[in-house]
């Protein structure tokens, strides 16, 4: 699949010094910005400095309303990055690659393996996954290409109201995966103190949270084969917005 970064050469070779954030802690999304699609990085209502860390975006594509690819790519404007593209599109996706970070006793965080930290309390890899849907979709959405961790409608009939059920299913290497976390406003409500887990098909209903943009997160942790961490975080956003009254 065709993809681009268009960043500076600036922007490219700037490097996160970011060592007191707990990586696991935030994501990804897609959202609405004047009029725009911007990729977010943040946690609730923190949008941080997605730009700097766009040379960490392994991939963006784009589908027009029949699934097929359109080139699309991230440009730099200003503090958000935003996505551009040679056509419409129903469906932007977003892989990023985290990296590596550790936990030492005094609670600071580092951009760096176990390997590296070898009295960290906690090693863990990063990646994160995002998915927005700019209309309603006529079909099931497809498991994307480099999405390890995914969550998807069941079926095509997303609710057009809040606080209706919402059916969603989430993917782990392409299989239905049991035990996943599902939090239904990413955005609002981070730290949702009892959010839903999939079942052994993979699935879990929310509710619908907003008359406006949704972010959905599904968090998955895997074991890791890697002496750098102890585990591997994957955590995978779907993002959509419903309709207000007309004006």
Do not use: C
């Not at 696991?24 to 999304?29: D, K, P, S, V």
């Not at 991939?59 to 419409?88: C, H, K, M, Q």
């Not at 782990?172 to 976390?181: E, V, W």
């Amino acid at each position: 699949m065709r993809f681009s970064h268009m960043v500076t050469a600036a922007v490219a070779a700037s490097t996160l010094i970011i060592a007191t954030a707990p990586a696991g802690a935030h994501a990804i999304w897609f959202a609405q910005r004047a009029k725009q699609t911007a990729l977010i990085y943040g946690v609730g209502a923190d949008d941080l400095d997605m730009v700097k860390r766009l040379p960490l975006v392994k991939s963006v594509t784009g589908y027009d309303s029949d699934g097929a690819p359109v080139n699309t790519s991230l440009r730099a404007a200003g503090a958000i990055p935003v996505v551009d593209s040679d056509e419409p599109i129903a469906v932007v996706a977003a892989v990023m690659d985290y990296g590596y970070w550790s936990k030492t006793p005094d609670g600071e965080w580092h951009n760096k393996g176990r390997d590296e930290v070898p009295n960290a309390t906690l090693a863990e890899h990063n990646f994160k996954y995002a998915v927005y849907l700019t209309q309603m979709p006529t079909k099931q959405i497809p498991l994307y290409e480099g999405h390890t961790l995914q969550v998807v409608p069941v079926g095509t009939a997303i609710p057009q109201k809040m606080g209706e059920p919402m059916k969603v299913r989430v993917y782990y290497k392409g299989q239905p995966i049991a035990g996943a976390t599902v939090m239904q406003d990413y955005v609002n409500d981070p730290d949702e103190v009892n959010p839903a887990k999939t079942a052994a098909d993979g699935t879990a209903t929310i509710k619908v949270r907003n008359q406006g943009n949704n972010v959905l997160m599904a968090i998955y942790v895997a074991k890791s084969d890697d002496k750098k961490a102890d585990h591997i975080e994957h955590s995978a956003s779907l993002s959509f917005v419903l309709p207000h009254v007309p004006e």
